[in-house]
């Protein structure tokens, strides 16, 4: 998110709205504020 600086998941596009999932906490959030980052691959 642009505002926050936080990396989530896009579960769902709603128009122009998105339901992204930052952590435990799903947000709608709308497409605008939104940018690409890459994936880091995640190592367990």
């Given at each position: ?12 596009i ?23 980052v ?7």
């Open positions: 998110m642009k505002q926050n600086r936080q990396i989530g998941i896009v579960k769902e709603r128009g122009k709205k998105a339901l992204l999932q930052v952590g435990i906490m799903p947000m709608t959030i709308e497409l605008k504020d939104l940018v690409v890459k994936d880091k691959k995640i190592e367990e």
